[in-house]
Each structure stands twice: as structure tokens, then as C-alpha cells.
T-cell receptor, first 113, second 114 residues
Framework: GENVEQHPSTLSVQEGDSAVIKCTYSDSASNYFPWYKQELGKGPQLIIDIRSNVGEKKDQRIAVTLNKTAKHFSLHITETQPEDSAVYFCAARGQTGANNLFFGTGTRLTVIP | ETGVTQSPTHLIKTRGQQVTLRCSSQSGHNTVSWYQQALGQGPQFIFQYYREEENGRGNFPPRFSGLQFPNYSSELNVNALELDDSALYLC?????????????FGPGTRLTVL
């Protein structure tokens, strides 16, 4: 099955700086890559996603890039704010069976005011 | 906030007991997926229900079972609870078909097995 690796596990940035989280996947058939933000005591919240026919997608301060050849994708957050502090998960979905997601192990982002 | 709701919020059971967790999907969604999230880990896929039938299963034993009802809500049942079953259980709803299959998660049920 699919294996998703995520780095770094923790990331601290100053408010206003940028944050980058990177993930790699193993199954070249995977075609959908969402990113979720999880705050303490809450379920994962979808913040952005990208499909395999697109190389980059942007939504205000958040962008995701996908390199299918290298099988890696990244989340970029610009102008970070304290409310961006949370755990971020990348995920990948293969094309077999259920459209279940395979998640990375998460990145705890702390934005220092 | 998504329209996905889960109950109960927290639950404490003892080893060997059975538990039922419930999930109501977002309006317009026809598929429910269940995930187990251990502390400090990413969610792991348990199974998915579509049209009231299991539509895929992760690496979980048969004591994890589920149901989906005609209104697309779902239950997760776990028999013979073990200490390692302590986790946050998440359900995610989606609409299969037409390419709109993004999964939206509920707040989760925190299960503690003593």
C-alpha cells in the first residue's frame, strides 16, 4: 500500500515568516493530495488539496506544490500568524478500492508572536 | 466547521467490553470512512461504507465492524476492547462520484480503554 512520509515533525517560525512542510509518497498511482490542519481537541480540517494533473495550487497565504516525478509534495504558508499554530497532516489517496487516505505522521507548527 | 457530527465526545471502557460510536455525515454526502488516530500519529484508515456496504478496509481485525444506514449515517463497533484501542476515532464523509470525493472530518470520539 501507500506510504507517506512527512518532515519536519516540529517547526517553529516567527510571526510573519514562511513555513514549509514536505511529504513524499510511494505509490505512483496516487492522484489526490490533501492537507489537513488539526487543532487541539478537534478533527482534521481540510485547508487545501491538489490533484495529480496540477503542479501548484494557491489559496491566499497557503500554497501546495506537487512533483509527480519525484513523488513529493509540499505545503507553503506565507506571512504566518499565531492562529496558524496547529498540527498539519499531509495525505495521499491511491486509485485502488476505497478512496481512503494515507496520512503522514504530522508536523507541529508553532508560530511565535 | 464541517457538517459531520460524532457521538459521544468521550468514552471510557474497560478491556474486553464492546463499544459503539456514531457518525452523521454532511448533507449531500453518501460515503463514510472511519479512521483511528493514536496519540501523536496520523489517522489510519479502518474502513469505508458506501450504499450501506463496506467498500474497503484497512489493516484492522474483524472485531472492528460497522454499519451504514439509509440516511448515510454510520456506526463503528469494536468488540473485545484492548488497551491499544485507546485512540481518537474519526469519521469522514464524502460524496463518491463526479470527482467530488474530498473527505471532511468530524470532531472525533476519544476512546479510553482501561
Amino acid at each position: 500500500g501507500e506510504n507517506v512520509e512527512q518532515h519536519p515533525s516540529t517547526l517553529s517560525v516567527q510571526e510573519g515568516d514562511s513555513a514549509v512542510i514536505k511529504c513524499t509518497y510511494s505509490d505512483s498511482a496516487s492522484n489526490y493530495f490533501p492537507w489537513y490542519k488539526q487543532e487541539l481537541g478537534k478533527g482534521p480540517q481540510l485547508i487545501i488539496d491538489i490533484r495529480s494533473n496540477v503542479g501548484e495550487k494557491k489559496d491566499q497565504r497557503i500554497a501546495v506544490t506537487l512533483n509527480k516525478t519525484a513523488k513529493h509534495f509540499s505545503l507553503h504558508i506565507t506571512e504566518t500568524q499565531p492562529e496558524d499554530s496547529a498540527v498539519y497532516f499531509c495525505a495521499a489517496r491511491g486509485q485502488t478500492g476505497a478512496n481512503n487516505l494515507f496520512f503522514g505522521t504530522g508536523t507541529r507548527l508553532t508560530v511565535i508572536p | 466547521e464541517t457538517g459531520v457530527t460524532q457521538s459521544p465526545t468521550h468514552l471510557i471502557k474497560t478491556r474486553g467490553q464492546q463499544v459503539t460510536l456514531r457518525c452523521s455525515s454532511q448533507s449531500g454526502h453518501n460515503t463514510v470512512s472511519w479512521y483511528q488516530q493514536a496519540l501523536g500519529q496520523g489517522p489510519q484508515f479502518i474502513f469505508q461504507y458506501y450504499r450501506e456496504e463496506e467498500n474497503g478496509r484497512g489493516n484492522f481485525p474483524p472485531r472492528f465492524s460497522g454499519l451504514q444506514f439509509p440516511n448515510y449515517s454510520s456506526e463503528l463497533n469494536v468488540n473485545a476492547l484492548e488497551l491499544d484501542d485507546s485512540a481518537l476515532y474519526l469519521c469522514a464523509s464524502s460524496r463518491v462520484g463526479g470527482g467530488a470525493d474530498t473527505q471532511y472530518f468530524g470532531p472525533g470520539t476519544r476512546l479510553t480503554v482501561l
